[in-house]
């Protein structure tokens, strides 16, 4: 079956870059996604790349993608206290309309 | 723009109640998804639908069920309630077909306490 697997825990200093990982079972996943989950909050979307792309910048964060290796990353450049939060990684499987599967989650804490 | 609707945002019930969860899609969105995530763990899919019919089942108990109706809203049942059933329950809404990556579309969640 499918299985996402993410790092636990990461912890960086205000200012410095964040690099989250995830690896992933499914290579005909055609979506991979990025989401962020503050605490008692929902689930934000970050960012998603399309399984044909290397990689997706979008302001402060970069995705890659290699799917040789099945493994994605999230890079937040410029961390900030406000980025402390659990961020999930997520596949979508090929079969449309399979729901998402989420990595277990990363909680990222930011020390000023 | 309009979001995914959930209803209620919170809810206490004790053990044994029954609850039903609301969650109402996007507009044009035909395909509704309810996961689970209880405290400290990744969101669990329970269950789908795709134009008011079962489209795939995860790990959603007995004592749970739900449904589609024909506006594309879904009501979680959850009968039996047990002191593990308290979670937060998201859903999330999308457009089967023609959509974009983007588009699973979550839901703020119903956070269920069950004492």
């Known amino acids: 079956g499918e299985d996402v697997e993410q790092s636990l825990f990461l912890s960086v200093r205000e200012g410095d870059s964040s690099v989250i990982n995830c690896t992933y079972t499914d290579s005909s996943s055609t979506y991979l996604y990025w989401y962020k989950q503050e605490p008692g909050a929902g689930l934000q979307l970050l960012t998603y790349?399309?399984?044909?792309?290397d990689m997706k910048q979008d302001q402060r964060l970069t995705v890659l993608l290699n799917k040789k290796d099945k493994h994605l990353s999230l890079r937040i450049a410029d961390t900030q206290t406000g980025d402390s939060a659990i961020y999930f990684c997520?596949?979508?499987?090929?079969?449309?309309?399979?729901?998402?599967?989420f990595g277990k989650g990363t909680t990222l804490s930011v020390s000023s | 723009a309009a979001g995914v609707i959930q209803s209620p945002r919170h809810l206490i019930k004790e053990k044994r109640e029954t609850a039903t969860l609301k969650c109402y899609p996007i507009?044009?969105?035909?395909?509704v998804y309810w996961y689970q995530q209880g405290p400290g763990q990744d969101p669990q899919f329970l269950i789908s639908f795709y134009e008011k019919m079962q489209s795939d089942k995860g790990s959603i108990p007995d004592r749970f069920s739900a449904q589609q109706f024909s506006d594309y809203h879904s009501e979680l049942n959850m009968s039996s309630l047990e002191l593990g059933d308290s979670a937060l329950y998201f859903c999330a809404s999308k457009m089967q077909w023609g959509g974009t990556g983007r588009g699973y579309t979550f839901g703020s969640g119903t956070r269920l306490t069950v004492v």
């Open positions: 507009p044009r969105h035909d395909t």
């Open positions: 790349i399309f399984s044909n792309m």
């Open positions: 997520a596949e979508s499987p090929h079969q449309a309309g399979t729901a998402l599967i």
